[in-house]
């Protein structure tokens, strides 16, 4: 077995650890079930969740330039953290598709398997993870549409597809995510955040 095989191997067992502890935490016991999300810590686990959703993103972008023979590397671009691809995309484009590919696509299953495993309630952590999704799919087809680091932008330059297409699949991935959260009664009041006295807040409560 080669280096450069042990090391993708290992990165991909990182994400699917990261994965699978996303997976435990998100889930509640259902002898602990409760029909809405607890108080204490409520965004402190909302944003690890969240947290989490964007490290699977950046994880599938490391483990996929690892699986096609390139070594990525980490850098800034206009002060935003960047993982760079270590592929020649003039010389391998396929590779370098499959990079810039890979992070959507893993928050998009990633998604799709919590939506999907049947549970009764939703932990502040879950919604977090399927807001970190969402979020990253909305600014992909609006803000990060341009760019010289955006997943669009390569995306469109090394497939058949352009930005406009893409935008209806990502954004409908986003939205189609959307309804199926709305219509789902575990996730009532997805942004609100409880109170001690029964009810919901959006942000802070303030005594």
Request: aromatic share 4%; proline share 5%; no cysteine.
């Given at each position: 077995m080669t280096r450069r095989l042990r090391t993708a191997r290992a990165a991909l067992a990182g994400?699917?650890?990261?994965?699978?502890?996303?997976?435990?935490?998100?889930?509640?016991?259902?002898?602990?079930?409760?029909p809405r999300p607890q108080l204490r810590g409520y965004w402190h686990h909302f944003a690890a969740g969240f947290a989490t959703s964007i490290l699977v993103h950046e994880g599938g972008h490391v483990a996929t330039s690892y699986l096609v023979g390139a070594r990525p590397s980490f850098g800034f671009n206009r002060l935003r953290p960047t993982i760079y691809s270590g592929i020649d995309d003039a010389a391998d484009p396929h590779k370098q598709l499959l990079f810039s590919s890979a992070g959507l696509v893993a928050q998009s299953v990633l998604d799709e398997v919590i939506l999907d495993v049947p549970h009764k309630t939703s932990s502040p952590f879950e919604r977090g993870v399927l807001a970190g999704g969402i979020a990253t799919q909305l600014f992909y087809v609006t803000l990060g549409r341009s760019g010289k680091v955006s997943d669009i932008d390569f995306i469109a330059r090394l497939s058949s597809l352009n930005k406009t297409q893409l935008t209806l699949i990502y954004g409908g991935i986003a939205t189609l995510h959307i309804v199926r959260i709305h219509h789902n009664g575990r996730y009532a009041n997805f942004f609100l955040r409880p109170t001690s006295r029964g009810g919901t807040n959006v942000g802070f409560e303030v005594k």
């Open positions: 994400v699917a650890a990261v994965a699978a502890l996303l997976l435990v935490s998100a889930f509640p016991a259902g002898a602990q079930a409760r």
